[in-house]
């Protein structure tokens, strides 16, 4: 059974650093495109961008490049996502999804974490 | 970028009525790479149809999709109180992979 499984709510003050993780299991974690999706308060779902474990290749999208880091531990099956310096505007809620395979289906996002609510205020 | 527009952005209907989401794409899509995602209040998206058309495993054959190019739909055939959610399309055809806006199905 695929399971991703995110670490806990942070709350945090602007300027702060923060990594959050998505811890996964029952699939090869090298074999499948894992990425980010942010979810602000009362809106929709914003794709941040994917990652490739086995070579690290990384795609950002235009709107977060630069804003955060992708990262993955392939010993620990689990991917992170990354700020440097927190803005009150990055409040929302994170999910990490995968490509790993469903019915044989291996494009969009098959599986999602259940999500990381990032709180920034000062 | 491709932009995926839904509408309407709120469907209000009754439980076993029929109800239709739209998502239209800026650029054509193979359907390969549109999928449709329910999302209740306080969970995770859930991936309902992938490829366009083909239901993922467990969810009820009730919802069907269809579409081709830069149109695509979702239909629910008969509502079940289950069902009202929030339905978002999403695009992995090309980076930035983008979702649509979404389309809340509420009921009436």
Redesign the interface.
């Given at each position: 059974e695929v399971q991703l499984v995110q670490s806990g709510a942070e709350v945090k003050k602007p300027g702060e650093s923060l990594k959050i993780s998505c811890k996964t299991s029952g699939y090869s974690f090298t074999n499948y495109w894992i990425?980010w999706?942010r979810q602000m308060p009362g809106k929709?779902?914003?794709?941040l961008?994917?990652l490739h474990p086995r070579d690290s290749d990384i795609?950002y999208?235009?709107?977060f490049q630069g804003q955060v880091t992708f990262s993955a531990d392939n010993s620990i099956n689990t991917a992170y996502l990354q700020w440097r310096s927190l803005k009150a505007s990055d409040t929302a809620i994170y999910?990490c999804?995968t490509?790993a395979p469903?019915?044989d289906?291996v494009?969009?996002?098959?599986?999602?974490?259940?999500?990381t609510l990032v709180t920034v205020s000062a | 970028e491709i932009v995926l527009t839904q509408s309407p952005g709120t469907l209000s209907l009754s439980p076993g009525e029929r109800a239709t989401l739209s998502c239209r794409a800026s650029q054509s899509i193979h359907s390969d790479y549109l999928a449709w995602y329910q999302q209740k209040p306080g969970q995770a998206p859930r991936l309902l149809i992938y490829a366009g058309s083909d239901r993922a495993a467990g969810v009820p054959d009730r919802f069907s999709g269809s579409g081709s190019g830069t149109d695509f739909t979702l239909t629910i055939s008969r509502l079940e109180p289950e069902d009202f959610a929030v339905y978002y399309c999403h695009q992995c055809h090309s980076s930035p992979r983008t979702f649509g806006q979404g389309t809340k199905v509420e009921i009436k």
């Amino acid at each position: 059974e695929v399971q991703l499984v995110q670490s806990g709510a942070e709350v945090k003050k602007p300027g702060e650093s923060l990594k959050i993780s998505c811890k996964t299991s029952g699939y090869s974690f090298t074999n499948y495109w894992i990425g980010w999706v942010r979810q602000m308060p009362g809106k929709g779902l914003e794709w941040l961008g994917i990652l490739h474990p086995r070579d690290s290749d990384i795609i950002y999208s235009p709107s977060f490049q630069g804003q955060v880091t992708f990262s993955a531990d392939n010993s620990i099956n689990t991917a992170y996502l990354q700020w440097r310096s927190l803005k009150a505007s990055d409040t929302a809620i994170y999910y990490c999804a995968t490509s790993a395979p469903r019915d044989d289906y291996v494009h969009c996002f098959n599986y999602w974490g259940q999500g990381t609510l990032v709180t920034v205020s000062a | 970028e491709i932009v995926l527009t839904q509408s309407p952005g709120t469907l209000s209907l009754s439980p076993g009525e029929r109800a239709t989401l739209s998502c239209r794409a800026s650029q054509s899509i193979h359907s390969d790479y549109l999928a449709w995602y329910q999302q209740k209040p306080g969970q995770a998206p859930r991936l309902l149809i992938y490829a366009g058309s083909d239901r993922a495993a467990g969810v009820p054959d009730r919802f069907s999709g269809s579409g081709s190019g830069t149109d695509f739909t979702l239909t629910i055939s008969r509502l079940e109180p289950e069902d009202f959610a929030v339905y978002y399309c999403h695009q992995c055809h090309s980076s930035p992979r983008t979702f649509g806006q979404g389309t809340k199905v509420e009921i009436k």
